[in-house]
């Protein structure tokens, strides 16, 4: 990652054009051609710099539903409840976290019933209690990863 | 509301859009669209906020930024979209939340992600926000990751984000 790299990725944080050629649009800006700014925003997402380039979709706001949820789970039977919890592919993403609430979860379904079935099943096949924390709100943010 | 046709955007969108000198004609044509519907279509959703914004999600990792805490906060009810919107503002903030309490054992309602190059740098950020609620602040802790243990992209057809906790 160079210098101009690093313009791209801190520069297309900000949006993107809706136009005919937006890539020429933002190329101009930055003072590259449109060719050599696509090939490097290719290059960015197969490397993983980026991991995506597009439209960022609400979901909520398309109808379906997303859910934060915790489970107390003790450190013997942690690789088991990982594996039922993965297992489940409304579990968009899991991950442990250094607290005794210590797998943190992102359930993703198409409705709010979904959301709950799939909470009490995985409280059923794990014994576990699921602590479910829906967003009530959630607060404006204007972060950019500076590159 | 979406229609069938914003749908059909959506789907042929999420998961990126075309490196192509003019990827909105590119969308139109794989749909059978006209490229000025295409693009009036995402300028609607992007009004209504369905589009968070167009643009790039880099990698926190491949960044640098390597330390990244859930932090959670008490805060009493009736303050919480005051505080809240000040939270979210800060500019290390990348996502910011009101979820509900499980009392006794979880007592905190504000949940806002950090993110830094060092613990140090997390560590002042944390400074940072408890300066910014004083007495306010009822209680607080940081959980950082420790593992990944999945991770995948949304499922085609049901909801779509990038945005998420990480």
Same mark, same amino acid.
């Given at each position: ?147 | 509301?979406? %229609? ?76 919480? %979209? ?52 004083? %007495? ?28 998420? %906790?990480?």
């Amino acid at each position: 990652m160079d210098d101009i790299d690093k313009r791209i990725i801190n520069t297309l944080q900000d949006g993107f054009p809706i136009c005919d050629a937006p890539y020429r649009q933002v190329a101009e800006q930055l003072g590259l051609t449109e060719n050599d700014l696509i090939a490097r925003l290719q290059a960015l997402l197969n490397n993983g710099t980026l991991t995506r380039f597009g439209p960022l979709y609400n979901a909520e706001q398309m109808g379906g539903a997303l859910t934060l949820a915790a489970i107390k789970a003790p450190a013997e039977h942690f690789d088991e409840i990982a594996d039922i919890v993965n297992s489940f592919p409304e579990v968009a993403h899991n991950y442990a976290r250094n607290h005794e609430l210590s797998m943190w979860f992102v359930i993703a379904t198409e409705t709010q019933e979904q959301a709950q079935q799939t909470i009490d099943a995985i409280e059923h096949q794990t014994g576990q209690t699921v602590y479910n924390m829906p967003k009530k709100k959630e607060y404006f943010v204007n972060l950019k990863l500076e590159a | 509301m979406l %229609d069938d046709i914003d749908r059909k955007i959506i789907q042929a969108t999420q998961a990126g859009l075309p490196l192509t000198p003019q990827p909105y004609q590119a969308v139109a044509e794989q749909l059978g669209l006209s490229a000025d519907e295409v693009m009036q279509r995402l300028s609607a959703m992007q009004q209504s906020a369905i589009i968070r914004r167009i643009g790039a999600v880099p990698n926190h990792y491949k960044l640098g930024y390597r330390y990244n805490g859930m932090t959670v906060w008490n805060i009493a009810d009736e303050i919480i %979209d005051e505080i809240g919107q000040q939270v979210g503002q800060l500019e290390f903030v990348s996502h910011c939340y009101h979820r509900p309490r499980h009392l006794p054992e979880w007592p905190y309602n504000l949940f806002a992600m950090v993110h830094g190059k060092s613990q140090q740098e997390v560590d002042s950020q944390i400074q940072q926000i408890k300066d910014l609620l004083g %007495d306010k602040n009822l209680g607080s802790d940081v959980l950082y990751s420790t593992r990944i243990l999945k991770k995948t992209g949304f499922r085609s057809g049901g909801p779509s984000t990038a945005q998420n %906790d990480s």
